[in-house]
């Protein structure tokens, strides 16, 4: 499980194994008793190794095709998340297809 403290702002990477897909990549980050809605989901960034975030996205979560990015915390930041357990959701639209996927928790301390 990764953990963050509640003060920080920073870049969560989310490892994945596959090809990119075509369209949107999302996260929703929810209690883990809950599953997401529509409105749950944030915008998030496709990380290949193109992209000025891979290292770090491969110093944090080695062995992956691509990478998952989204900013997490309180400082000038949409995703805001109080002291607690998480359930993180990936969501990735492709032409034909729309795979939802579960990476893991995350806590904040």
């Keep these: ?40 989901y944030f915008t998030a960034q496709k990380v290949n190794s193109n992209h000025n975030l891979w290292g770090a996205a491969q110093k944090a979560n080695p ?3 691509w990478y998952t990015a989204r900013l997490v915390g309180p400082w000038n930041n949409d995703v805001v998340l109080t002291q607690g357990v998480y359930q993180v959701w990936l969501r990735f639209t492709d032409l034909t297809e729309r795979p939802v996927r579960r990476p893991g928790g995350l806590e904040i301390l």
């Design 1 to 40: 499980m990764l953990r963050l403290d509640r003060e920080t702002t920073e870049y969560v990477f989310w490892g994945v194994t596959g090809d990119v897909p075509e369209g949107d990549v999302q996260v929703a980050i929810l209690p883990p008793d809950q599953r997401p809605s529509e409105g749950d």
């Design 63 to 65: 062995d992956f095709d």
